[in-house]
């Protein structure tokens, strides 16, 4: 036994060596969970003298379960055939597979990716008379995937409203179709699992013989499939190892409960709970504050994680002036780092709450040259939304731009197919002249071997692309991207090329964010403008060397470990989010997220926020994020950035979180924020009446000092930011 507990601390040892019946491993980050699952599998093997046949550990990862299976291996000196490591989706196949004959399918099914249940979906609203473009595809998919995640049948479902209505018809029409194609998705993989082991006493009992030990990573990941799954694989010993933190639950997007470490202290009352605070990855000063934001959340086990790497430098906190100040100051830090040969780019991690907050990190880190490479997304100017509409600005600057003209010349949707498009091009090449040319002569009324709605579709499009051509002469590129947006109705669009909510919300941020970047670039022309975004997205393909900073997504940073973490947009309403703002669990969630980030720091911590944020187009005043608050002052040291303007400089001082603003180096001393019961006035969705700019609808309203801060889009799609307290809204019925 002595290699199987070597080196390890006293809380891992008692983990490994953990005698018969349910355990629950709270494993802090940093803590070595991996070590603990991998020498517990071991010990199990050979000192409990568990056959490696009866032995199941489930993994979320295939590339964590392979890494899991070799470290196992190389402790116990050989191959261990028959031990069940894996996901819980291919743990579930093979044993479908395998127990075939007691289900709806052959037992070679087939695993229908998203492409297929796309098309299955499309044909089942086909069966059911329903159309297509209302109830897109990839939203029922979403639903009907929560269904299952939730063990909820095609015929047990329950409306809330009209869309569940419908999706659960097309649920019940594409799980028939499932079985006559003989196919499942991957949800049914847990789904069917946990429906078979229910019904089927033999096959259940079988598994359960077979199984005598179960082991569970990442347990606040798990779903009520998985979690149910293991309740039932686990009786009657209920010889079930969790290894979970509730702290780094931050995947309820995606169906995950963290609450199932909490249940699982409910369901087995005798479990044995065992603490892993001891850290391996962090400073003392990076963990303490971690703990201060994490410690407001509720429903939680309180731990004390501690570290031997007693000293470390302290948290930096940078005030930027604006993002693109908050970009410069990343990327002048990282050279700066690396210049001194503190750290190689490939130690360094940018994390940010949403996807749109990159673009002003890439073009900082572009113009700097400093390399970097997207993990857990694409680069913001290759993101659909954003190539269809600068493929629109491209035509416009060039309308022989045939690349452009052919992305964009049915998005959104214009009637014009695949066979009409082709007939267009031999039309064009048969002409002799341009795209152009040939769209100009259709808007004249020119007769073409298209047919009629064909060629009066080109021919709007035509005169569409003349308009904006003559907006080029009033060089105002911001009324110009407005004007072809609005016209075309691409924000409308975006909700029927979007899965869910999330992602809607995701793409339209996406695209203020470029709203914003043309905001901010109006002293260029728009060639200048393409050139200086082509650059970008050029270098995009070309920084491939491993040695580069990594940009990412909190969400994506989950798992992972830099020594140097700059954690980016900590201001109200991006981090934590505004969609959390009046909901408890989200905002909960939101802290999670703030801790995992935190936690993937070796050596050092940056926060940056910015006091003005271009939103809307409008360059408006940032709130500090309350996560900042909570980090105590003797924790961290501040450096601030110069104001442009001495209206602006004394805003700054009135808001700022600091006593004053810092120069380079000092120590940052944070004071509370003003906190006020008084209800906001004005929710989102209320219309109101302003008496220049008439009547519009509240797209978010937050609390400003003593004031109240109100966004309001308006009948003429103008957006505008105002002062409750000088704005006057009135509130109108309805």
Known sequence: MTNLVNGLNPQQREAVTAG???????????????????????????????PAYNIMAVTFT???????????????????????????????????????????????????????????????????????????????????????????????????????????????????????????????????????????????ERWQRRLEHILVDEFQDTNMAQYRLVQILGLPQNNIFVVGDEDQGIYAFRGAD???????????????????????????????????????????TRKALFTERTSGPLVTIYEAYSERDEGDYVAQRILEMVRRREYDYRDIAVMYRTNAQSRSLEEAFVKAGVPYRLV???????????????????????????????????????????KSL?????????????????????????????????????AEFGRMLAEWRDMLAENDL?????????????????????????????????????????????????????????????????LEDANQVTLL??????????????????????LPHARSFDDPDAMQEERRLMYVGLTRAKDRVYLCYAFRRTLYGDSIPGVPSRFLCDIPADLTEGVSAGMSSLRDRQAYQRQVTWDAPASSGSRAKIISFPQTTKPLKYKSGMRVRHHKFGEGMVIESRRYGDDEEVTVIFANKVTKTLAASFANLEILEG
């Open 20 to 50: 018969d019946g349910p355990v629950l491993v709270l494993a802090g980050p940093g803590s070595g969970k991996t070590r603990v699952l991998t020498h517990r599998i071991a010990y199990l093997i050979q000192e409990m003298g568990v």
């Open 62 to 204: 295939n590339k964590a379960a392979s890494e899991m299976r070799g470290r196992v291996e190389n402790l116990l000196g050989g191959r261990l055939d028959g031990l069940q490591i894996g996901t819980f989706h291919a743990i579930c196949s093979r044993l479908l597979r395998r127990e075939a004959d007691y289900t709806s399918y052959n037992r070679d099914y087939a695993i229908y990716d998203t492409d297929d249940q796309q098309a299955v979906v499309k044909r089942a609203l086909a069966d059911l008379d329903l159309d297509a473009k209302k109830f897109t595809p990839g939203r029922v998919l979403n639903k009907i995937s929560m269904w299952k995640n939730e063990l909820v049948r095609p015929d047990e479902y329950v409306s809330r409203d009209y869309f569940e209505e419908i999706a659960g018809r097309v649920y019940r029409r594409y799980q028939e179709l499932l079985v006559e194609n003989n196919a499942m998705d991957f949800d049914d993989l847990l789904m069917q699992t946990v429906l078979l082991m229910e019904s089927a006493d033999s096959v259940r």
């Open 258 to 300: 963290y609450r199932n470490v909490l249940q699982f202290r409910q369901d087995y009352p005798n479990a044995r709970v065992i603490l892993l605070e001891q850290n391996y990855r962090s400073t003392q000063i990076v963990l303490d504050a971690a703990r201060a934001v994490i410690d407001k959340n509720t429903n939680r």
């Open 376 to 418: 857990g997304g694409v680069a913001f100017y290759r993101r659909r939304e954003i190539r269809d509409l600068l493929a629109y600005l491209r035509l416009v600057n060039n309308p022989n731009d045939t690349v452009s003209f052919e992305r964009v010349i049915n998005v959104p949707g214009r009637g014009i197919g695949a």
């Open 422 to 458: 082709e007939t267009f091009r031999t039309w064009v090449l048969q002409r002799g002249d341009s795209i152009w040319d040939a769209l100009q002569a259709l808007a004249n009324g020119e007769a073409s071997p298209l047919a009629p709605k064909a060629a009066k579709s080109f």
């Open 478 to 542: 911001l009324a110009l991207f407005d004007e072809i947006t609005a016209r075309i109705g691409y924000n409308l669009y975006v909700h029927s090329i979007s899965d869910t909510p999330e992602q809607v919300a995701e793409r339209l941020e996406n695209i203020n964010e470029l709203r914003n970047n043309i905001a901010d670039s109006r002293e260029l022309d728009l060639n200048d403008f393409l050139a200086d975004t082509a650059l970008v997205a050029d270098v995009d393909t070309l």
């Open 553 to 574: 997504t909190l969400h994506a940073a989950k798992g992972l470990e830099f020594p140097v973490v700059f954690i980016t947009g900590l201001e109200e309403g991006l």
